[in-house]
């Protein structure tokens, strides 16, 4: 089945500096990629999310590449903030027969934003 | 709208108890999805569902049982409950559209077996 990998686990940048987290994927079949931040006690929720017929988005300050020929793809924090200090998943879809969605995610990076 | 709506938001149990997770929502998704959140892990999948009265294996289903006879709940049972199974437990919703849905999480429940 799909497998998910996230590096690094933990991430620690100074105010003001950027991030990159990146992913790979196992399954050359998933064609959907959302990233979920979770701050700490609370629950994941979507930041930006790109399907694989685009090769990068971005929304204010984050931004995700994904290359689908070597099957990864990354999230880019410019201008971090402390706000931005949470846990942050990736994850791809892989779809069987086109009637299920299951959702498989990385296992997550620490970002600590030092102000 | 509440959205998906967790129950309970903590839970000790004993080895070898049972209980139900309560997961609801009222947004009319079709796709529903339990997951669990060891410390410091990912979230891995458990059970999902893409609709009233089908439910399916995620990654990590043993020890687990779902059901889904409405649209709205989706609930997660645990029998015989393990130390193993001490985690934080997340229910999800979805559209569920063809290429994948943004998904809305519940707020979690955290379990201790012990």
Same mark, same amino acid.
């Given at each position: 089945?799909?497998?998910?990998?996230?590096?690094?686990?933990?991430?620690?940048?100074?105010?003001?500096?950027?991030?990159?987290?990146?992913?790979?994927?196992?399954?050359?079949?998933?064609?959907?990629?959302?990233?979920?931040?979770?701050?700490?006690?609370?629950?994941?929720?979507?930041?930006?999310?790109?399907?694989?017929n685009?090769?990068?988005?971005?929304?204010?300050r984050?931004?995700?590449?994904?290359?689908?020929?070597?099957?990864?793809?990354?999230?880019?924090?410019?201008?971090?903030?402390?706000?931005?200090?949470a846990?942050?998943?990736?994850?791809?879809?892989?779809?069987?027969?086109?009637?299920?969605?299951?959702l498989?995610f990385?296992?997550?990076?620490?970002?600590?934003?030092?102000? | 709208?509440?959205?998906?709506?967790?129950?309970?938001?903590?839970?000790?149990?004993?080895?070898?108890?049972?209980?139900?997770?309560?997961?609801?929502?009222?947004?009319?998704?079709?796709?529903?999805?339990?997951?669990?959140?060891?410390?410091g892990?990912?979230?891995?999948?458990?059970?999902? %569902? =893409?609709?009233?009265?089908?439910?399916?294996? /995620?990654?990590?289903?043993?020890?687990?049982?779902?059901?889904? !006879?409405? &649209?709205?709940?989706?609930?997660?049972?645990?029998?015989?409950?393990?130390?193993?199974?001490? %985690? =934080?437990?997340?229910?999800?919703?979805?559209? /569920?559209?063809?290429?994948?849905?943004?998904?809305?999480?519940? !707020?979690g &429940?955290?379990?201790?077996?012990?």
């Amino acid at each position: 089945g799909e497998n998910v990998e996230q590096h690094p686990s933990t991430l620690s940048v100074q105010e003001g500096d950027s991030a990159v987290i990146k992913c790979t994927y196992s399954d050359s079949a998933s064609n959907y990629f959302p990233w979920y931040k979770q701050e700490l006690g609370k629950r994941p929720q979507l930041i930006i999310d790109i399907r694989s017929n685009v090769g990068e988005k971005k929304d204010q300050r984050i931004a995700v590449t994904l290359n689908k020929t070597a099957k990864h793809f990354s999230l880019h924090i410019t201008e971090t903030q402390p706000e931005d200090s949470a846990v942050y998943f990736c994850a791809a879809i892989k779809e069987y027969g086109g009637a299920t969605n299951k959702l498989i995610f990385g296992t997550g990076t620490l970002l600590a934003v030092q102000p | 709208n509440a959205g998906v709506t967790q129950t309970p938001k903590f839970r000790i149990l004993k080895i070898g108890q049972s209980m139900t997770l309560q997961c609801a929502q009222d947004m009319n998704h079709n796709y529903m999805y339990w997951y669990r959140q060891d410390p410091g892990m990912g979230l891995k999948l458990i059970y999902y %569902s =893409v609709g009233a009265g089908i439910t399916d294996k /995620g990654e990590v289903p043993n020890g687990y049982n779902v059901s889904r !006879s409405t &649209t709205e709940d989706f609930p997660l049972r645990l029998e015989l409950a393990a130390p193993s199974q001490t %985690s =934080v437990y997340f229910c999800a919703s979805s559209y /569920g559209t063809k290429s994948g849905e943004k998904l809305f999480f519940g !707020s979690g &429940t955290q379990l201790s077996v012990l």
